[in-house]
C-alpha cells in the first residue's frame, strides 16, 4: 500500500540534478522514473536497469508526482 510516508524517499537538493526531486538524494529523477513507466517498463525493469533502487523509490515517485499533479498555485496579488 502506497502511503505519504514514503515520500520521505524524494529528496530536493540544487546540488543534485540541478534540485529537481531525486530519489534518495541519488542522482535519479523522479522524472526518470515516471518517463520508464510511461513508456511502458514495468518496475521490476525499472529496477533492473537502477539496482540500486527499492520498490518503495518507485512507489514514493509515483506518490510524489500524484501529490504534484493536485497541487495548485495562487497568485497572491501585490498589497
Known amino acids: 500500500m502506497t502511503t505519504m510516508n514514503e515520500i520521505h524517499r524524494i529528496t530536493l537538493d540544487p546540488e543534485v540534478m ?8 541519488l542522482r535519479v529523477t523522479v522524472g526518470a522514473i515516471l518517463g520508464l513507466l510511461a513508456a511502458g517498463r514495468s518496475e521490476e525493469e525499472v529496477l533492473k536497469a537502477y539496482p540500486y533502487l527499492e520498490s518503495g523509490d518507485i512507489r514514493a515517485a509515483l506518490t510524489y508526482a500524484t501529490w504534484r499533479v ?3 498555485e495562487v ?5
Open 18 to 25: 540541478g534540485g529537481k526531486p531525486c530519489i534518495r538524494g
Open 75 to 79: 497568485t497572491v496579488g501585490a498589497g
Open 70 to 72: 493536485e497541487e495548485r
